[in-house]
């Protein structure tokens, strides 16, 4: 079974921090996304990622930053920390770069801002 | 431009049938997921559909009509366990990516 794991479940932090979310997944995918879930809103795309030190902004990528330094592991950055951040964030990879299997989630880290 | 829409709420007994439908409006449309959310916990993949059609997995189906931009989910023999947003999710764009509805909340009762 492939296993995404995000490094934290709660996180607390003050507006204007930088902030560091951790996802790393077990299955050797080239792909992975970073997503925020909103009550109203779904699933929103931030950024993803094709392969190693590859990048892509998704629908909402202002605020964010992302680095794939390895190919199991996906971080998004969030450079000054602001209420409106505040969310629950979703990492998600897939060996698929064409869109037809499914993407396999982490569980999630709820971030409050401060 | 892209566009998912979905029930925000449903209620269904216990061993009933229930639907959840879902439209979409997407340029370079590669096929529709469905994924089920429990509260807090991970998305997890139900179903994919890329032709016209019905999908059955067990007590799950899904259906797909690509030139009706129309897509649902059934679910038979509900069960207690099965009270979770259900997540429709729409491939397309450029990239590929996946557009995702808001969820459908469903809840079912004794």
């Known amino acids: 079974d492939v296993k995404v794991t995000q490094s934290s479940r709660y996180l607390v932090k003050r507006t204007g921090e930088k902030v560091f979310l951790e996802c790393v997944q077990d299955?050797?995918?080239?792909?992975m996304f970073w997503y925020r879930q909103d009550p109203g809103l779904g699933l929103r795309l931030i950024y993803f990622?094709?392969?190693?030190?590859?990048?892509e902004k998704g629908d909402i990528p202002e605020g964010y930053s992302v680095s794939r330094e390895k190919k199991e592991r996906f971080s998004l950055i969030l450079e000054s920390a602001s209420t409106n951040q505040t969310s629950m964030y979703l990492c998600?990879?897939?060996?698929?770069?064409?869109?037809?299997?499914?993407?396999?989630f982490g569980d999630g880290t709820r971030l409050s801002i401060l | 431009g892209q566009n998912i829409d979905q029930p925000t709420e449903m209620t269904a007994t216990e061993g009933a049938i229930v639907q959840i439908n879902c439209t979409y409006q997407?340029?370079?449309?590669?096929?529709l997921f469905w994924y089920q959310q429990h509260a807090g916990e991970a998305p997890t993949f139900l179903s994919y559909n890329v032709l016209d059609g019905l999908e059955e997995k067990g007590r799950f189906s899904s259906f797909l009509s690509r030139s009706k931009g129309y897509s649902y989910l059934l679910l038979k023999e509900l069960q207690m366990k099965d009270s979770a947003s259900y997540l429709c999710a729409a491939v397309g764009g450029a990239t590929n990516k996946l557009i995702f509805g808001t969820g459908t909340l469903l809840a079912v009762q004794p």
């Open positions: 990622s094709y392969d190693v030190k590859m990048k």
């Open positions: 997407t340029s370079g449309f590669n096929g």
């Open positions: 299955m050797d995918h080239e792909n």
């Open positions: 998600a990879s897939t060996w698929d770069s064409w869109g037809n299997q499914p993407q396999h």
